[in-house]
């Protein structure tokens, strides 16, 4: 089960279209969010660039778990694609995310 909200990962795809997977806007970001959060962001994007199927969700979240090293957002800053695999990820493993688009604008 992912341990991070679908707001989180839709802010996550703004910032990464907005400035970039580099930017300093997003790795604070990423940086701020807690173990559980970046693993799921993780494992969610492996799922989005089709490392892992959306039904070896549990597999991915243990294998981002066990092969953490780097920081995570080092990590994805050096994926150009990043927005798109999230976005791929969470609609493989059925999240909404054009409902968590118009939340986010309307907040903003």
């Known amino acids: 089960m992912l341990e991070i909200s679908t707001g989180k990962l839709v802010r996550v795809i703004a910032l990464a279209r907005e400035f970039?997977?580099?930017?300093?806007?997003?790795?604070?970001?990423?940086s701020?969010?807690?173990v559980d959060?970046?693993?799921s962001l993780v494992a969610l994007?492996?799922?989005g660039r089709e490392s892992f199927g959306a039904d070896e969700l549990d597999d991915a979240l243990d294998t981002a778990r066990r092969e953490?090293?780097?920081p995570t957002e080092d990590y994805?800053?050096?994926?150009?694609?990043?927005?798109?695999?999230?976005e791929?990820?969470?609609d493989a493993v059925g999240l909404d995310v054009a409902h968590e688009e118009d939340n986010l604008r309307e907040r903003n």
């Open 32 to 34: 701020g969010l807690n």
């Open 68 to 70: 953490r090293s780097a």
């Open 45 to 47: 994007c492996w799922i």
């Open 20 to 30: 970039g997977p580099e930017s300093p806007h997003l790795r604070n970001y990423i």
């Open 37 to 39: 959060e970046q693993v």
């Open 88 to 90: 791929g990820g969470m």
């Open 76 to 86: 994805l800053s050096g994926m150009p694609e990043l927005a798109d695999f999230i």
